[in-house]
């Protein structure tokens, strides 16, 4: 079975600065990973996806994450943020065609 | 187009009732799948379709859940003789068709249900 880790429930920032949110797995095979989004009173929304090939991955508004094999981790970061990234940030893993999520990571940006 | 439609989207009931939660998928997709989320918590798998029938059905909490999806589009979330503890957010989403052994189709979630049993 395959299980994800968000180690951090709330994470604080400042506009503008950089932020990182991270996200750890656990799983006895090779997996699909995704971090989603979800904005106040909107459904999830596809941020990413790490399929194969190379380890960084960008997708949208900005975000990029970096799957990093040997310590099972699959952290997402922006450069630099904007009031409108407060939003719930969720990582998962795929398996079969099922997802298993994380409990999720707030990410609150003040001015 | 139209994304992944839930309805209602608030419903709340009495213990012990009985409560259908609606999903209507984008348009040509075949997988459909079947979340819920507690507060607090990241959303937990409960059923996933492929067409018509229920490929896995490994997440239903308990006897009292049951799903269908009969013609392969609109698929139907049943609640039977309700809990508290069932209480939540339930998310649909849907995805081009879904593969055993590993899926890289992006999933597409709807707004949700929100369920509360007094």
């Known amino acids: 079975a395959q299980s994800v880790t968000q180690l951090d429930s709330q994470v604080p920032v400042f506009e503008e600065a950089p932020v990182e949110l991270r996200c750890n797995y656990s799983?006895?095979?090779?997996?699909?990973l995704f971090w989603y989004v979800q904005y106040p009173n909107q459904g999830l929304q596809l941020l990413l996806k790490?399929?194969?090939?190379?380890?960084l991955v960008k997708g949208i508004n900005g975000f990029e994450a970096e799957f990093n094999k040997s310590q099972t981790s699959f952290h997402l970061r922006k450069p630099s943020v904007h009031i409108s990234d407060t939003a719930e940030y969720f990582c998962?893993?795929?398996?079969?065609?099922?997802?298993?999520f994380g409990k999720g990571t707030m990410l609150l940006v003040s001015p | 187009g139209a994304g992944v439609s839930q309805t209602p989207s608030n419903k709340v009931t009495e213990k012990g009732k009985y409560v259908e939660l609606r999903c209507d998928p984008i348009?040509?997709?075949?997988?459909l799948y079947w979340y819920r989320q507690s507060l607090g918590q990241g959303p937990e798998f409960l059923i996933y379709?492929?067409?018509?029938?229920?490929?896995?059905d490994s997440g239903l909490p308990n006897d009292r859940f049951f799903a269908v999806r009969p013609e392969g589009s609109v698929s139907t979330l049943k609640i039977q003789r309700t809990e508290r503890g069932d209480s939540a957010v339930y998310l649909c989403?849907?995805?081009?068709?879904?593969?055993?052994?590993?899926?890289?189709?992006?999933?597409?979630f709807g707004p949700g249900t929100r369920l509360t049993v007094l």
């Open positions: 989403a849907s995805s081009l068709r879904g593969e055993r052994g590993g899926s890289t189709d992006t999933q597409y």
């Open positions: 799983s006895s095979v090779s997996v699909y």
């Open positions: 790490y399929l194969s090939g190379s380890t």
């Open positions: 998962a893993v795929s398996l079969y065609s099922t997802l298993t």
């Open positions: 348009s040509g997709h075949t997988a």
């Open positions: 379709f492929q067409g018509t029938g229920a490929a896995d």
